[in-house]
């Protein structure tokens, strides 16, 4: 990551959302205070603005692994070579990416280190050792960690950066069945945390031959699409089959008092998921959060002068008191109310909540949602009800507005020359599709960059050919340009 984009001097977002989403995209993450740039091209300092929100996206989801038997370890930094050799399709594919580590002080190590790039190789080295029975399976590991992937060219902070922050749950258990059984139930705790908690809409299914992960049987995955007409991959959760298992030595003596390999899963989302999330919701103004990850769901701001400014902010702690179980920040600062407004809607704070000494004669205080700028009085006395309610439909509308925006931005399509056009009008298109690696890079190369997303689940097999080639088709398939 370079620091030449969106360094101006200016408080305020400059640049359209619509015209030119990276240079507006830059602009909110800096000016919200979100990252830092370091030194390290690619890396980025997450500031407490939003460690707390992927704090919050851990809170939630910890428990939900854990109430399915998941247990949380941790894993060596440092990967020998030899192991990460040990599956030759996993190698290949993220041979490109790995960072090594070569010296200790001035000293040549004698086996080069990849700095994790991910964590198969190095866990199932240790499951290999730890698992003899089918008494010892289900084994459910997660672990909460940070990753390095260095191919990439051109990083954009939490979307793709050559460090960032992960869970990935890699599992064992006895039969295919179960294992894909538990790919399953783990992409719907991603989905249900889009919905619920990042108010992401989300396309469900199965990557293809050409997109799934390096090793795997097979990739399920949750995609979803920019206001900017891009794709990006939410969360992914791989049945691995017994591949690794039999690279690792990963083997069971079952039931029938049969040595068989294991069957293994992988799974999981990063601190790409910020990113997805501040550009699917906010606007020209800033950054708009959810109100159910927001840092400060309601932010205060006291109007008043030097006569009545004791009166007022001690009104404003009574507030925020009242307000207990709602997370509120108090801006007591000496800036001037407008400058204030705008700082907050630029952070993207779901609710401000005005009181002033005309408010408090009232005995109310003025309420203004970010998502729709709409201003209500709100009587003090039931303010906390009406804004926990305000909080959920704010919730809800930022939800229902991508939902409808991305429905209409899918466009089911009978022909290739109806494909290259919706391709060309940065839209998804939904269509018959062959499912072959060869085709999937001539369709590409036709339309300019577009791939394959994922395959929806439990279709039933065209009667039809696939647009592209002519050959039988498979199934249909979402396409898109992406990220």
């Known amino acids: 990551m370079t620091k030449e984009s969106g360094n101006k001097s200016t408080l305020g977002i400059t640049a359209n959302k619509k015209d030119n989403f990276s240079d507006w995209y830059t602009q909110v993450i800096q000016k919200a205070e979100l990252i830092d740039y370091s030194d390290v091209s690619g890396c980025m300092v997450l500031r407490p603005y939003s460690y707390e929100i992927w704090e919050t996206i851990v809170a939630y989801l910890d428990p939900k692994f854990k109430e399915k038997g998941v247990k949380n370890a941790y894993f060596p930094l440092l990967i020998p070579e030899k192991l990460l050799n040990k599956e030759k399709d996993h190698i290949e594919g993220f041979a490109p990416e790995v960072a090594w580590v070569t010296h200790g002080g001035n000293s040549k190590l004698p086996e080069r280190l990849a700095i994790r790039p991910t964590s198969e190789t190095i866990m199932y080295n240790s499951y290999a050792k730890w698992i003899r029975s089918y008494r010892d399976l289900p084994l459910l590991i997660n672990q909460w960690c940070n990753v390095v992937r260095w191919e990439f060219k051109h990083p954009v902070p939490f979307l793709r950066t050559r460090e960032f922050l992960w869970q990935e749950g890699h599992c064992v258990h006895a039969t295919h069945d179960e294992c894909h059984k538990f790919v399953l139930e783990i992409l719907d705790i991603y989905e249900e945390i889009c919905h619920n908690l990042l108010a992401i809409p989300v396309f469900k299914g199965t990557k293809s031959e050409k997109e799934k992960f390096a090793g795997a049987l097979t990739t399920t995955s949750i995609e979803t699409f920019f206001p900017n007409g891009k794709a990006i991959q939410v969360a992914t959760s791989h049945n691995l089959g017994d591949h690794f298992a039999k690279a690792f030595n990963v083997k069971f003596m079952d039931k029938d008092e049969q040595l068989k390999p294991a069957w293994q899963n992988s799974w999981g989302i990063t601190t790409r998921s910020i990113g997805i999330m501040i550009g699917?919701?906010?606007?020209?103004?800033?950054?708009?959060?959810?109100?159910?990850?927001?840092?400060?769901?309601?932010?205060?701001?006291?109007?008043?002068?030097?006569?009545?400014?004791?009166?007022?902010?001690?009104?404003?702690?009574?507030?925020?008191?009242?307000?207990?179980?709602?997370?509120?920040?108090?801006?007591?600062?000496?800036?001037?109310?407008?400058?204030?407004?705008?700082?907050?809607?630029?952070?993207?704070?779901?609710?401000?909540?005005?009181?002033?000494?005309?408010?408090?004669?009232?005995?109310?205080?003025?309420?203004?949602?970010?998502?729709?700028?709409?201003?209500?009085?709100?009587?003090?006395?039931?303010?906390?009800?009406?804004?926990?309610?305000k909080l959920e439909e704010i919730q809800e509308n930022l939800f229902q507005i991508a939902d409808k925006r991305i429905k209409e931005s899918v466009q089911n399509i009978e022909t290739k020359e109806e494909f290259l056009q919706v391709i060309k009008e940065k839209k998804i298109a939904y269509a018959l599709w062959c499912g072959q690696k060869d085709c999937e890079e001539i369709l590409k190369d036709e339309s300019g960059g577009a791939k394959s997303l994922n395959i929806p689940f439990n279709q039933k097999k065209p009667n039809k050919n696939c647009i592209f080639c002519n050959k039988e088709a498979e199934f249909y398939a979402y396409f898109a340009k992406s990220y």
């Not at 309420?367 to 003090?380: A, N, Q, Y």
């Open 280 to 389: 699917m919701h906010g606007d020209n103004k800033g950054l708009i959060i959810p109100p159910k990850i927001a840092p400060i769901q309601a932010v205060i701001i006291p109007i008043h002068n030097d006569e009545n400014k004791k009166e007022i902010l001690t009104a404003a702690e009574n507030l925020k008191k009242q307000l207990k179980g709602i997370r509120i920040h108090i801006d007591d600062t000496d800036n001037r109310p407008g400058w204030k407004y705008n700082q907050w809607e630029m952070k993207g704070v779901p609710i401000r909540i005005e009181l002033g000494p005309k408010d408090l004669e009232k005995k109310s205080a003025l309420v203004v949602r970010r998502d729709t700028g709409t201003k209500e009085p709100i009587p003090l006395e039931k303010i906390k009800e009406l804004l926990e309610q």
